[in-house]
């Protein structure tokens, strides 16, 4: 038996090692003892509680390395990045095997080897190779069938056009010009026995040159339409909704809205400017509204207070709403050019012509915007009304941020349409919650679309906004200075005081 100050093996959680760190019969004791056990033949591990396919997942490239030496990624694995979808990965490599089978992963292989020259296949890890996008393309041009419900070895055509919107997307016109003359470089070096008229038609289609095919990649033709998305955003999106879709449709009677508002649109056009950084007493707010003029001295402040105001008291416009993408649309544009009437050089309810971000944050591409809001928002008919499309939409326009300037005001609007519509309680966010506001909605869109803490911290600003006595003015400000409410967030956090709910 092997003593555990000599282990000749990694013993980590989803490590992978192989027949050359010790003789056959040691393994094959270790293997029988049970301290390591066999994943394919010459394969081991030391990890005996994971399931066999999550440790093969997780070292692809090491046991591909071991397999195929040298193998490179081809085919629909190369335009799916490396990524391994279906259990299956496309290889070519300089062995007589057609495939290795383990558990979760096949690995089918072609006769084949690198490109270097004239358009170099990427290098990979352990010496392997990752396709050239020339070589990517020319491989998926290639009909293949999956036999017996098995994954094609190569992309069907629209998958192929909606690869090239994608590259066309990330790399803008230059780049996809030379993608197109590294196809006709490569394709003598390579053997292509394809006809290369086809890849000049691909690339005329998506250029507007020539017609769309009717049945092209629905990315393609948005593309080709000028309403292309971001896949990545609608990844997000779709888990986003997914969980959301899980949230209870029963309301407690005390989220329901109360009626009259009184003082509620004051405040929530006070904090929700107070968020942005727009910061103006109470009574230099209450001024501006009552006086409906901006200080002389800050004029575009005060109009965002006013814009915002005008968008959350009118008890019809701030419940519209509507299950349509396009009506959507329609409504935040108008939204956002309401709030945003003071400051025509950040283009009112007009799309962004430049990228925006946060800190190192990137938000949607310029380009993108139309076409991600639209697909972003056909989830919404599929989500129970109130909170959970309030959240969705919010979520949505936030990670989008279609506009110059307004992002954060406009989607708090069209997030509080949806519960005003099903006549719940809207949500106000005060000062002193800016911060977890902030923190909660940043880590939705920085960990995939995970929005249990942005529920919990927007259910908690839920219940104190409806428990708030709006209808009274002198009640609100007790409540306010009660609640801690109007608190700065960072200075709150600092004293440990927290917003407690009436």
Not at 45 to 71: F, H, K, M, Q, Y
Not at 185 to 206: N, R
Not at 220 to 235: K, M, Q
Not at 350 to 370: H, I
Request: glycine share 8%.
């Amino acid at each position: 038996m092997a003593r555990a100050g000599r282990v000749k093996w990694p013993t980590g959680p989803r490590t992978v090692f192989f027949d050359d760190v010790a003789g056959s019969t040691t393994l094959s004791r270790a293997v029988r003892e049970g301290r390591i056990r066999r994943l394919a033949p010459k394969i081991y591990t030391a990890d005996l509680t994971s399931e066999a396919a999550e440790i093969v997942l997780a070292n692809p490239w090491r046991i591909l390395a071991r397999l195929c030496p040298g193998a490179v990624v081809v085919d629909r694995s190369a335009a799916d990045g490396g990524r391994i979808v279906h259990g299956v990965l496309f290889v070519v490599a300089d062995t007589p095997r057609q495939k290795f089978e383990l558990p979760g992963l096949e690995i089918r292989v072609r006769r084949g080897g690198a490109v270097e020259a004239p358009v170099p296949d990427s290098v990979w890890p352990e010496g392997l190779h990752m396709s050239s996008a020339a070589r990517t393309l020319l491989d998926n041009l290639v009909t293949s069938r999956g036999r017996r419900g098995r994954v094609p070895r190569t992309l069907s055509r629209a998958e192929l056009e909606d690869w090239v919107a994608g590259k066309a997307i990330a790399w803008g016109p230059a780049r996809l010009e030379r993608l197109c003359e590294e196809c006709h470089q490569l394709a003598p070096a390579l053997g292509w026995t394809g006809d290369l008229a086809d890849v000049d038609q691909l690339f005329d289609q998506l250029g507007g040159v020539e017609p769309v095919r009717r049945d092209a990649g629905e990315m393609f033709r948005a593309f080709v339409s000028g309403t292309p998305w971001d896949e990545r955003r609608l990844e997000l999106f779709n888990t986003a909704s997914a969980a959301l879709a899980n949230l209870p449709t029963e309301v407690p009677q005390h989220l329901l809205a109360s009626e009259p508002v009184g003082e509620l649109p004051f405040y929530e056009a006070y904090f929700s400017n107070y968020i942005e950084g727009t910061v103006f007493t109470l009574d230099e707010a209450r001024e501006i509204i009552e006086s409906q003029q901006p200080p002389a001295d800050r004029p575009e402040d005060g109009h965002d207070i006013l814009g915002t105001y005008r968008c959350v008291v009118d008890p019809v416009g701030r419940a519209t709403t509507s299950g349509d993408p396009d009506e959507l649309i329609a409504y935040l544009r108008t939204r956002h050019q309401t709030i945003l009437a003071g400051r025509p050089d950040q283009g009112p309810g007009e799309w962004k012509t430049k990228p925006n971000q946060v800190g190192t944050y990137q938000f949607v591409a310029p380009e993108l915007v139309e076409g991600t809001l639209r697909k972003g928002l056909v989830e919404m008919d599929r989500l129970p009304p109130g909170i959970a499309r309030a959240s969705y939409v919010m979520l949505v326009v936030s990670e989008v941020h279609p506009f110059t300037d307004g992002n954060g005001r406009v989607a708090r609007v069209m997030m509080n349409a949806e519960l005003s519509a099903v006549g719940e309680a809207r949500i106000v966010v005060p000062n002193i919650f800016r911060n977890e506001y902030v923190s909660a909605l940043r880590r939705v869109l920085t960990t995939d679309g995970d929005v249990g803490g942005f529920v919990t911290v927007m259910a908690h600003a839920w219940r104190w906004t409806a428990a708030m006595p709006w209808a009274d003015k002198a009640a609100t400000e007790g409540q306010l200075e009660a609640t801690h409410a109007l608190l700065d967030s960072t200075d709150a956090q600092i004293s440990g005081v927290r917003l407690t709910v009436p």
